[in-house]
């Protein structure tokens, strides 16, 4: 068994940032990711481009500078990897915790595919973009429907659904679009979602408004069939044809992962119980940082103001410390 100064798992932005933040109170922590670093980042859209500003996507006083105003993906996942380098944050890369379990004498040991770690602090840095929010609908299983959006080149000359009305899925409608392939998206509501990015939607009104794009508001889908798809739109059924479904629905955290530690959960709102002030949760030293803590209302904490909650836990842990 290892003995470590304090663990975060998940080496996201905010997880990566919660180590720098420990490191300057002279803790020596290790971040174990199962991935490789910024691993939820890698897996976005190849074209992606970021909603927040560059500054705001900094972390641990490094300047993240660009020409543009907003970064794409492959300049975050440069970014971040420099942080990495120059902050000297010891990473377990492609290591899967499976289990944290505080024990009788107040330590934490933390089991993963690789090693058995034991710690007095734990931070879940995990994020949520694991775990896709399904529809539960016929046809869901099938291998042409797809809950995340990488590259459009392969839709070619290909009918593609697209469900969803937020950023994610306006995103892959217009990469879509621009590859070839034949676009169709449905949402549920009755009008553009004031959450789209604001320099995307006229481009996208304006390929619905010419046709380009199909868009069908006040509409779900009841069923995916292998080359169709069957939608409710304004009450009334109608069937698509279709080759391949972009199911953009949205997230949600693993909460079996956090309460398996002990950690409740609001079940109204899925956050878990934590003070807001040092994100630690009921479970003494064990703390959350993050998307984690917004819940189920992903659009609640980003990067952007995620990134501070390392710097609450550093200062109680710091407390803490100076209490003794």
């Given at each position: 068994?290892?003995?470590?100064?304090?663990?975060?798992?998940?080496?996201?932005?905010?997880?990566?940032?919660?180590?720098?933040?420990?490191?300057?109170?002279?803790?020596k922590p290790i971040v174990i990711e199962k991935g490789n670093v910024v691993n939820a980042l890698y897996n976005y859209p190849t074209h992606q481009t970021f909603f927040s500003t560059s500054e705001k996507l900094a972390i641990g006083d490094v300047p993240f500078i660009i020409?543009?105003?907003?970064?794409?993906?492959?300049?975050?996942?440069?970014?971040?990897?420099?942080?990495?380098?120059?902050?000297?944050?010891?990473?377990?890369?492609?290591?899967?915790?499976?289990?944290?379990?505080?024990?009788?004498?107040?330590?934490?040991?933390?089991?993963?595919?690789?090693?058995?770690?034991?710690?007095?602090?734990?931070?879940?840095?995990?994020?949520?973009?694991?775990?896709?929010?399904?529809?539960?609908?016929?046809?869901?299983?099938?291998?042409?429907?797809?809950?995340?959006?990488?590259?459009?080149?392969?839709?070619?000359?290909?009918?593609?659904?697209?469900?969803?009305?937020?950023?994610?899925?306006?995103?892959?409608?217009?990469?879509?679009?621009?590859?070839?392939?034949?676009?169709?998206?449905?949402?549920?509501?009755?009008?553009?979602?004031?959450?789209?990015?604001?320099?995307?939607?006229?481009?996208?009104?304006?390929?619905?408004?010419?046709?380009?794009?199909?868009?069908?508001?006040?509409?779900?889908?009841?069923?995916?069939?292998?080359?169709?798809?069957?939608?409710?739109?304004?009450?009334?059924?109608?069937?698509?044809?279709?080759?391949?479904?972009?199911?953009?629905?949205?997230?949600?955290?693993?909460?079996?992962?956090?309460?398996?530690?002990?950690?409740?959960?609001?079940e109204e709102t899925g956050k878990p119980t934590h003070n807001p002030e040092t994100m630690e949760t009921n479970v003494e030293n064990l703390f959350i940082a993050g998307v984690l803590?917004?819940?189920?209302?992903?659009?609640?904490?980003?990067?952007?103001?995620?990134?501070?909650?390392?710097?609450?836990?550093?200062?109680?842990?710091?407390?803490?410390?100076?209490?003794?």
């Amino acid at each position: 068994m290892q003995n470590v100064d304090a663990i975060i798992v998940g080496g996201g932005p905010c997880g990566l940032s919660a180590a720098i933040e420990l490191k300057t109170i002279g803790l020596k922590p290790i971040v174990i990711e199962k991935g490789n670093v910024v691993n939820a980042l890698y897996n976005y859209p190849t074209h992606q481009t970021f909603f927040s500003t560059s500054e705001k996507l900094a972390i641990g006083d490094v300047p993240f500078i660009i020409e543009e105003r907003k970064p794409r993906r492959n300049q975050a996942l440069v970014y971040y990897r420099e942080v990495v380098k120059m902050k000297n944050i010891k990473v377990n890369r492609f290591e899967k915790v499976e289990s944290v379990t505080k024990e009788q004498n107040g330590l934490f040991t933390v089991q993963s595919d690789q090693s058995i770690y034991s710690t007095p602090f734990v931070i879940i840095a995990t994020g949520y973009y694991d775990q896709p929010n399904y529809m539960n609908i016929p046809g869901e299983n099938l291998t042409k429907v797809y809950h995340y959006f990488k590259e459009a080149h392969p839709f070619f000359d290909t009918d593609v659904l697209v469900i969803g009305g937020k950023n994610s899925a306006v995103d892959a409608a217009l990469e879509l679009h621009k590859a070839g392939a034949r676009v169709t998206v449905s949402y549920r509501g009755s009008d553009y979602s004031p959450s789209i990015k604001p320099w995307i939607l006229p481009e996208f009104a304006a390929l619905v408004r010419n046709e380009e794009i199909t868009m069908h508001f006040n509409s779900t889908v009841k069923e995916i069939r292998e080359h169709e798809v069957l939608l409710n739109i304004d009450g009334k059924d109608a069937t698509v044809k279709n080759d391949f479904v972009f199911a953009m629905t949205g997230y949600h955290p693993d909460h079996q992962f956090i309460r398996n530690m002990g950690v409740t959960i609001n079940e109204e709102t899925g956050k878990p119980t934590h003070n807001p002030e040092t994100m630690e949760t009921n479970v003494e030293n064990l703390f959350i940082a993050g998307v984690l803590a917004a819940g189920n209302n992903a659009n609640e904490i980003f990067i952007e103001n995620g990134k501070f909650h390392g710097g609450f836990i550093a200062h109680h842990i710091k407390a803490k410390q100076n209490s003794k």
